[in-house]
T-cell receptor, first 112, second 116 residues
């Protein structure tokens, strides 16, 4: 079941904050976040396991509420380099059966 | 390290033609995947492999075939190309990271396929 991301798109000014949400109708084992710049491949940002909160790089962090089957990605003091499409990928199982199902993505545009 | 290498980067096919998208990784990863990406739809898993000689279907396998004869290579075969197969195809690989509980994907640069 494809996770649902919101919002679909967001436009920010440099220095502003944003939150991207990812929710699933099924129990989750883990949530991945990837960023894809235009014309490029997706790049891994971070992974969250059940109940864990993990800080990634720069000023990007994320949380994972396993009871609500939701994850949120927090981008603070956004930079121009944050522009791109953000995808969450969810795994219902761990290990070799933990294939990721990706959401449709959230397009983030950061303006000067 | 080259990482994950895909060829070709671009290809135009006529309806009914066949072709193979090549994927190679030099990271000694056990797991390899093929995803397709259509505008606004995210990434859909076509096939995956957990090791040489082992492959399995993903979400959208119809019209495709794969093989995994070596750890490094995971080609994707399109038989009888159809306009619905127009897409960007990404190959990815990962090692099973039991501590992290799931596999972190390294993607190739993508192959843009157009079927006319």
């Amino acid at each position: 079941q494809q996770p649902v991301q919101s919002p679909q798109a967001v436009i920010l000014r440099e220095g502003e904050d944003a939150v991207i949400n990812c929710s699933s109708s099924k129990a989750l084992y883990s949530v991945h976040w990837y960023r894809q710049k235009h014309g490029e491949a997706p790049v891994f940002l971070m992974i969250l396991l059940k109940g864990g909160e993990q800080k990634g790089h720069d000023k990007i962090s994320a949380s994972f509420n396993e009871k609500k089957q939701q994850s949120s990605l927090y981008l603070t003091a956004s930079q121009l380099s944050y522009s791109g499409t953000y995808f969450c990928g969810t795994a219902n199982y761990g290990g070799s059966q933990g294939n990721l199902i990706f959401g449709k993505g959230t397009k983030l545009s950061v303006k000067p | 390290n080259a990482g994950v290498t895909q060829t070709p980067k671009f290809r135009i096919l006529k309806i009914g033609q066949s072709m193979t998208l090549q994927c190679a990784q030099d990271m000694n990863h056990n797991y390899m995947y093929w995803y397709r990406q259509d505008p606004g739809m995210g990434l859909k898993l076509i096939y995956y492999s957990v090791g040489a000689g082992i492959t399995d279907k993903g979400e959208v396998p119809n019209g495709y075939n794969v093989s995994r004869s070596t750890t490094e290579d995971f080609p994707l075969r399109l038989e009888l190309a159809a306009p619905s197969q127009t897409s960007v195809y990404f190959c990815a690989s990962s090692n099973s990271d039991r501590l992290r509980g799931a596999n972190v994907l390294t993607f190739g640069a993508g192959s843009r396929l157009t079927v006319l």
